[in-house]
């Protein structure tokens, strides 16, 4: 059973930049691809980026290429999605997962998440 807590989202205005964490407990972290989703009520989990397991291979949603940059450190057991040129429809909460898979971009691919930390972008 693998753990995840997100951390670091908050309030920033239009153009701020945030960087959200998630540390992962309960298996072994480099094992694992992960992603990064975002949902907005009423609406689907959103795919915003995902990274390979040893971090050399990363892809990301359109509507975040260029301003959204994916990392992970293995030795901390912790990925990271640093965020910049927020604009207010990257409002959402944001969610890390694991998967087994090498590749995967859609929620139904993806075994355990966190509980999710909200992004609020003010224009």
């Known amino acids: 059973q693998v753990q995840l807590v997100e951390s670091g989202g908050g309030l920033v205005q239009a153009g701020g930049s945030l960087r959200l964490s998630c540390a992962a407990s309960?298996?072994?972290?480099?094992?694992?691809?992960m992603g990064w989703f975002r949902q907005v009520p009423g609406k689907e989990r959103e795919f915003v980026a995902r990274i390979s397991r040893s971090g050399s291979s990363t892809h990301y949603a359109d509507s975040v290429k260029g301003r959204f940059t994916i990392s992970r450190d293995n030795a901390k057991n912790t990925v990271y999605l640093e965020m910049n040129s927020l604009k207010p429809e990257d409002t959402a909460v944001y969610y890390c997962?694991?998967?087994?898979?090498?590749?995967?971009?859609?929620?139904?691919?993806?075994?355990?998440w966190g509980q999710g930390t909200q992004v609020t972008v003010s224009s």
């Open positions: 309960g298996g072994t972290f480099s094992s694992y691809t």
């Open positions: 997962a694991t998967t087994t898979a090498i590749f995967a971009t859609t929620s139904e691919g993806y075994d355990y």
